[in-house]
T-cell receptor
Framework: GPKVLQIPSHQIIDMGQMVTLNCDPV?????FYWYKQILGQQMEFLVN????????KSKLFKDQFSVERPDGSYFTLKIQPTALEDSAVYFC????????????FGAGTRLSVL | GDSVTQTEGQVTVSESKSLIINCTYS????????LFWYVRYPGEGLQLLLK?????QKGSSRGFEATYNKEATSFHLQKASVQESDSAVYYC??????????????FGSGTQLTVMP
């Protein structure tokens, strides 16, 4: 079936550095999402993105977070600067127009902030 | 706010036996939420297993079924006869009704299903 790819699967950085998490969504999907899962906790919504704009974001989507998808390339989540509490697995998802209820998720990127 | 509860963190079942994974929800929006079951196989991303957007309806896929029970606010996942290949983590989720204007999914904590040969 359709695949969402997330690169890399694990990233380790020092607190205060910038990190960019990359997501290659299903081709011709137009809706994009990021979810965050801290170890042992539930997966939580961060943001959704459509037509170059953030459509909806949660309180977890701090000012240090930003998303973009320049010209059909990767959909990215940037955190600048990172904090210890940003350590989590980040899941990207995409969904097609007309079936926004059907999300396709990537396998996640584990971010470790030291 | 809205929430989803899965009481079992781990379930172990022998192959060919029946399965039920419990899910209850609490939704504060006016109108009925959309309900989902997602599954994560080892090393893969979450996949949509089934969804039901109308209260009282049943969804089914790959031998799994779930009925949207608005009175009990439940959406339990059932299968009559499990296979080893069903071993995975199962997540119940809800989304507010379309009228809420929100697309975010609220997930339960997940249930690890292990099917023993």
């Amino acid at each position: 079936g359709p695949k969402v790819l997330q690169i890399p699967s694990h990233q380790i950085i020092d607190m205060g550095q910038m990190v960019t998490l990359n997501c290659d969504p299903v081709s011709n999907h137009l809706y994009f999402y990021w979810y965050k899962q801290i170890l042992g906790q539930q997966m939580e919504f961060l943001v959704n993105f459509y037509n170059g704009k953030v459509m909806e974001k949660s309180k977890l989507f701090k000012d240090q977070f930003s998303v973009e998808r320049p010209d059909g390339s990767y959909f990215t989540l940037k955190i600048q600067p990172t904090a210890l509490e940003d350590s989590a697995v980040y899941f990207c998802a995409s969904s097609p127009t007309g079936s926004q209820n059907t999300l396709y998720f990537g396998a996640g990127t584990r971010l470790s902030v030291l | 706010g809205d929430s989803v509860t899965q009481t079992e963190g781990q379930v172990t079942v022998s192959e060919s036996k029946s399965l039920i994974i419990n899910c209850t929800y609490s939704a504060t929006s006016i109108g009925y939420p959309n309900l989902f079951w997602y599954v994560r196989y080892p090393g893969e991303g979450l996949q949509l297993l089934l969804k039901v957007i109308t209260a009282g309806q049943k969804g089914s896929s790959r031998g799994f079924e779930a009925t949207y029970n608005k009175e009990a606010t439940s959406f339990h996942l059932q299968k009559a006869s499990v296979q080893e290949s069903d071993s995975a983590v199962y997540y119940c989720a809800l989304r507010g009704p379309a009228s809420s204007g929100s697309w975010q999914l609220i997930f339960g904590s997940g249930t690890q299903l292990t099917v023993m040969p």
